[in-house]
């Protein structure tokens, strides 16, 4: 799957793109703002995945791009953007998205604003993603991958203990989804159904946040019970 | 533990009246709005119980009476009330539960005022367990068992795969609450700090609604990951 990230060059967009980046079933480019900014972080994702033991890195490679190009190139654009810039960063790329699956990450912590990151504003729409898919009437808005913290992301030798919610209105580009979180090693990625469910979704990080602080956890998760076999 | 579950009649609280006499470190009180509707569910219980293979049951015993008599005996008093009723059922119990640990198991489900079971509604307190705090400020409230699947709790056979999230203001009454939550066969109770974190814990369970219609499952939980070892 050709995928973008767009942000990539944070630390939730550098750790998807380096985990993507390790299955051969896809091609990945890091989008950013700069070009040499974008360029720079793919380097460094290419630094790190040649530490990993475990994989044979030779062939890996990570593409470097504006995110307009980005978006104009890949299949499937991940938004892995500050929750403030949203809608700012969009208004550039709103002809190159018509027609391609946008995945958004965002969620709508307080800290955005100056509050903690155990709070969330509520935007209009009821969710980041609703709010996405209301400025970007002609993509498909697919929810996801809010919930992976990026440091088990970019600790590249351990798996991943995380479920991987998703939430779209169309159910063959949440499939899609799916199978590109299925490509994470130890992600199990769960079509939750209509986007209007990435309200509880998106609300599950500041929880998380919460039990990372209060515990001193390197990075909590969760895992859905009950649904074995069924997926 | 002396605990009481008002409503204890509902599917819930009737589940949890179960689970928590299953361990001979609870005196277990099912409280009804009428005393003849909490002794037939305290009747059915005890008969249930007296299924179950992997116990001695000759011991196990519940207990009767009006919400009001349950309130005043009881150490810690469940509300497992349909939330449309929670403060008025409160109304009359206010004086009972002053000084006591009071926990707050509603979920603020849309379908309470006919819409969707996989949509809520917004307390103006931010949460119901905040709301149910704000009306009783003698109390000490704390949220939690709003995730544990009815279903499963009534499946006395088998343990529960589900974490049980619990928030509050009062450390040693959470406490006391996370001890009570892992009474229970197979639960994991995980104190998550303050109060208003029960927002996104009371909204786990219409995303838990959503997958269970979804995928035709007979009752979904969660577990948190990464904090082994830090409980």
Redesign the interface.
């Known amino acids: 799957m050709k995928v973008a990230i767009l942000g990539g060059t944070g630390d939730q967009g550098l750790g998807l793109a380096m985990r993507f980046a390790m299955n051969e079933a896809n091609e990945v480019i890091i989008g950013s703002r700069k070009e040499e900014k974008a360029i720079e972080a793919a380097k460094e994702a290419m630094e790190r995945l040649s530490t990993v033991q475990s994989k044979d890195t030779k062939n890996i490679s990570i593409n470097a791009m504006t995110n307009l190009d980005a978006a104009k190139e890949a299949d499937v654009v991940l938004l892995s953007l500050p929750f403030e810039y949203t809608i700012s960063t969009l208004k550039d790329l709103k002809d190159a998205l018509k027609g391609k699956i946008v995945v958004s990450l965002m969620v709508p912590l307080a800290s955005a604003f100056g509050d903690k990151p ?2 969330v504003i ?1 935007c209009p729409q009821g969710s980041v993603a609703e709010m996405v898919q209301a400025y970007l009437p002609e993509s498909t808005v697919v929810s996801g991958f809010h919930n992976v ?1 990026h440091k ?1 992301l970019c600790d590249l030798e351990n798996p991943i ?2 479920d991987v ?1 998703i939430a779209g209105d169309d159910k063959e580009a949440n499939k899609t989804v799916v199978e590109l979180a299925n490509t994470i090693n130890g992600v199990n990625g ?4 209509k986007l ?2 990435s ?3 998106e ?2 990080t ?3 946040v ?3 602080i ?14 074995e076999g ?2």
């Open positions: 155990t709070r509520t913290c088990c203990n995380c919610l769960i079509d939750c159904g209007e469910i309200r509880y979704i609300q599950i500041p929880l998380l919460q039990l990372n209060k515990y001193k956890a390197k990075g909590t998760g969760l895992r859905i019970t009950g649904l069924k997926l």
